[in-house]
């Protein structure tokens, strides 16, 4: 289930993961992959999965996500 954009939770991020969509060629993924997680609260879908040491950012790409930081 995908969560809001929070900021309290931000602060706590230390690890990024990104599901990139099935079926969709995407090149330069490391660039993109940055882009997203610094553009993270413009992101369709977003979750923050709880670690021992603070929070996962978990972004699950779309083609939307995608085109706007290409």
């Known amino acids: ?3 809001k954009y929070d ?3 931000e602060a706590l991020v230390m ?3 990104t599901v990139w969509p099935e079926g969709l060629d995407v090149a330069n993924k490391p660039t993109i992959h940055r ?3 610094d ?3 413009q992101c369709a879908a ?3 999965v709880r670690t021992h040491t603070g929070f996962c950012r978990k972004i699950t790409a779309s083609a939307e996500d995608i085109q ?3």
């Open 1 to 3: 289930m995908a969560d």
């Open 7 to 9: 900021v309290y939770r």
């Open 15 to 17: 690890e990024e993961d």
């Open 35 to 37: 882009a997203l997680h």
């Open 39 to 41: 553009s993270a609260e």
């Open 46 to 48: 977003i979750e923050y």
């Open 68 to 70: 706007r930081v290409s």
